[in-house]
């Protein structure tokens, strides 16, 4: 089993910035990738950003260019670093990792607004 713990979301501005960060526990040495998604109010959940174990890194068109995942191993924990925030950015915030099975893992999500 693994554990995600999300923490960072909040309230921001449009146009500012804010971090998340993804915790991750349990049998850390068998995640591959990671990613965030978000899930919009009455949208589907659609990723924004994912990292390999070696950090290759993809984004969605919406944010490439504002937003930037990393990944820190030792700490088992990945960022997602968000800059020049949209209101249409508003939305919960969910960290998924994929184990070396296939098989894949969600934390509780985090509430991001972003206020025009």
């Known amino acids: 089993q693994v554990q995600l713990v999300e923490s960072g979301g909040g309230l921001v501005q449009a146009g500012g910035s804010l971090r998340l960060s993804c915790a991750a526990s349990?049998?850390?040495?068998?995640?591959?990738?990671m990613a965030w998604y978000r899930q919009a109010p009455g949208k589907q959940r659609e990723l924004l950003a994912g990292?390999?174990?070696?950090?290759?890194?993809n984004y969605a068109d919406s944010v490439k260019g504002r937003f930037t995942i990393s990944r820190d191993n030792a700490k088992n924990t990945v960022y997602l670093q968000m800059n020049s925030l949209k209101p249409e950015d508003t939305g919960v915030f969910y960290c998924?990792?994929?184990?070396?099975?296939?098989?894949?893992?969600w934390g509780q999500g985090t509430q991001v607004t972003v206020r025009s």
């Open positions: 998924n990792a994929i184990i070396v099975n296939g098989r894949s893992f």
């Open positions: 349990g049998i850390i040495f068998s995640i591959n990738d």
């Open positions: 990292i390999t174990r070696s950090g290759s890194t």
